[in-house]
């Protein structure tokens, strides 16, 4: 899970995990929204598919990038249940 968290750590990748929310993408549409080099976007698509936060499908020449939305959802839950965000406890009762 370490790995998971590190590489939600950088903005750059937890806005490439936003992108492929909204559908999946070719490394090219990925690189449109970010002024940075290629080598350094590819280099944050590895340590996001080493996570396991992505997964990328060979179409022709492209390779397609696809959210691996189980486990960014298992990693944010037990966040959350680490800090016990959203359980009753610590909650006043009236």
Same mark, same amino acid.
């Given at each position: 899970?370490?790995? !998971?968290?590190? &590489?939600?750590? %950088?903005? @750059?990748?937890?806005?490439?995990?936003?992108?492929?929310?909204? /559908?999946?993408? $070719?490394? #090219?549409?990925?690189?449109?929204?970010?002024?940075? &080099?290629?080598?350094?976007?590819?280099? %944050? +698509?590895? +340590?996001? /598919?080493? &996570?396991?936060?992505?997964?990328?499908?060979? %179409?022709? @020449? $492209?390779? !397609?990038?696809? +959210? %691996?939305? $189980?486990?960014?959802?298992?990693?944010?839950? &037990?966040?959350?249940?680490?800090?016990?965000? #959203? $359980?009753?406890?610590? !909650?006043?009762?009236?």
């Amino acid at each position: 899970m370490n790995r !998971v968290y590190e &590489a939600l750590a %950088h903005p @750059t990748r937890r806005q490439i995990i936003a992108l492929l929310r909204q /559908r999946e993408r $070719s490394a #090219g549409e990925l690189a449109e929204h970010f002024d940075i &080099a290629k080598p350094t976007l590819s280099g %944050h +698509l590895r +340590l996001l /598919r080493e &996570a396991g936060l992505i997964y990328g499908e060979r %179409h022709g @020449t $492209s390779i !397609v990038y696809h +959210l %691996h939305l $189980s486990l960014l959802e298992e990693a944010l839950g &037990a966040l959350l249940e680490m800090f016990r965000i #959203g $359980s009753e406890r610590g !909650v006043d009762d009236d």
